[in-house]
């Protein structure tokens, strides 16, 4: 047997399924959760989607009423960790990554756990363990489970549909260089499935609001700083600024994306002041710009080469003094400088 029907052994073999996936929801985790979820319902079996925190309200055309939130519900939560038989981690590959609330209770679970993820330098504390940092996306890996363990014709749109999204949104819409001829396989079956990519493609992208179209304007116009002997844009928000526009979670998601879109940017970075501390957003484009060494090494974070997050306890000026300060290490002057 390969790795994928071993863990569609241990599925048919629990009692009690629960799905976890990293805090700070996005699409991937939210997609491959769900998917996850009704493959293992296809199979005859039940489950339970168990998160740390919601996901952004751009996610919710998509049926999240089977996720139960560690936020919102931590006796629930807990109640279904602890008498689980088996445990999926999704698209996370350190326990830390649940956040401390439920990585305890991660930590202290005796059942079998099984990881999918596509991270780097997973940490060894799963009994199964599929971590392919070459994937597009986690949600690209349960199209892999399905297939490989035998199961593919149980592909269907219920199951495909959030699977192609998180495809989508780990890819930035299929423009990262982590997409290969493997994905656009994986995408064709998930069509074939009866999946309305286009559908996908329209609630995604149409779920603008006035505040959030205003945030990123004032973002874009008044924030933007672009370090032109590097070719490294940097935007930052405070918390007075965000609540000026009335902030909601993911309505910073795409202005890194926005900013790297500048002609010349080797890398985007942007930061707000969320919870107490700078959140950041690093992307970058190309295997030659590399983010996610100076997201580990700076800043408590890390992921993927062109697409990292990290943190910071300074002030905003703090913080971006300081990335003023490291940038020219890790992108260093370049001989003609690409202006905007």
């Known amino acids: 047997m390969n790795i994928y029907q071993d863990i569609v052994a241990e599925i048919q073999a629990a009692e009690h399924i629960v799905i976890t996936a990293h805090k700070s929801a996005d699409g991937d985790s939210i997609g491959s959760s769900l998917g996850l979820l009704y493959f ?21 055309w998509l049926d999240t009423s089977s ?3 560690m936020e919102e519900n931590p006796a629930e939560v807990t109640a279904q960790m602890k008498k689980a038989d088996l445990i999926f981690c999704l698209d996370y590959n350190a326990t830390s990554r649940v956040g401390p609330d439920m990585q305890v209770l991660l930590e202290t679970a005796t059942c079998k756990k099984i990881m999918i993820d596509h991270h780097l330098n997973p940490e060894d504390f799963t009994t199964l363990t599929v971590c392919d940092p070459t994937a597009s996306s986690t949600a690209q890996l349960i199209v892999d489970l399905i297939e490989t363990s035998g199961h593919l014709t149980l592909l269907d749109e219920k199951i495909g549909t959030p699977l192609y999204l998180g495809i989508l949104t780990d890819t930035g819409t299929f423009r990262f260089n982590s997409v290969k001829s493997h994905t656009h396989e994986v995408l064709a079956k998930i069509l074939a499935a009866g999946v309305k990519h286009d559908l996908i493609h329209e609630k995604l992208s149409d779920t603008n609001t006035e505040s ?9 116009s008044e924030k933007l700083e672009i370090l032109y002997d590097h070719n490294v844009a940097i935007i930052s928000l405070s918390k007075e600024e965000l609540a000026k526009y009335n902030y909601r979670k993911g309505d910073t998601d795409n202005l890194a994306n926005l900013a790297l879109s500048i002609k010349g940017m080797r890398a985007a970075i942007v930061f707000s002041e969320r919870d107490g501390i700078m959140k950041i957003s690093f992307r970058s484009k190309g295997t030659q710009n590399p983010v996610n060494i100076l997201a580990k090494e700076h800043f408590d974070g890390g992921g993927h080469a062109n697409a990292s997050g990290g943190m910071s306890d300074l002030t905003v000026e703090e913080t971006l003094e300081k990335l003023r300060r490291v940038i020219p290490t890790y992108f260093p002057k370049l001989s003609i400088s690409s202006e905007a």
């Open 212 to 220: 959030r179209l205003r945030l990123q304007g004032f973002a874009m």
């Open 67 to 69: 996720i139960i939130l």
């Open 40 to 60: 293992i319902e296809k199979l005859g079996k039940k489950a339970v989607v168990c998160h740390p925190d919601k996901a952004p309200d751009f996610l919710y």
